[in-house]
Nanobody, 124 residues
Framework: QVQLVESGGGLVQAGDSLRLSCAASGPAFSSYGMGWFRQAPGKERDFVASISSTGVFTRYSSSVNGRFTISRDNAKRTLYLQMNSLKPEDTAVYYC?????????????????WGQGTQVTVSS
């Protein structure tokens, strides 16, 4: 079982940037795809971005494409999400997730381990 711990959230103003990190412990971090999801108050958890096990393939939701960048450092067993040009609608709890296979999936059922989440709040 993979343990995931997110960090880097906080309160920022619209237009600012943040970088989230997700530290993984457990077996074979470089063998599975990783993803970021987010959940705003009163809403369902939504896909944000994902990355394949090697880091070659990435996928983004249309709402963050061009503003967010997902990356990973397999040697450091860490996943990142660089968030630029933040908007108030990006406010949510952001979750890191480890996939069940090497692909960059967009679907929650394809991820087997989840972190506790980190709060991102963007003020207007």
């Amino acid at each position: 079982q993979v343990q995931l711990v997110e960090s880097g959230g906080g309160l920022v103003q619209a237009g600012d940037s943040l970088r989230l990190s997700c530290a993984a412990s457990g077996p074979a971090f470089s063998s599975y795809g990783m993803g970021w999801f987010r959940q705003a108050p009163g809403k369902e958890r939504d896909f944000v971005a994902s990355i394949s096990s090697t880091g070659v393939f990435t996928r983004y939701s249309s709402s963050v494409n061009g503003r967010f960048t997902i990356s990973r450092d397999n040697a450091k067993r860490t996943l990142y999400l660089q968030m630029n040009s933040l908007k108030p609608e990006d406010t949510a709890v952001y979750y890191c997730a480890a996939g069940k296979n090497p692909a960059a999936s967009t679907q929650s059922p394809d991820f087997g381990s989840w972190g506790q989440g980190t709060q991102v709040t963007v003020s207007s």
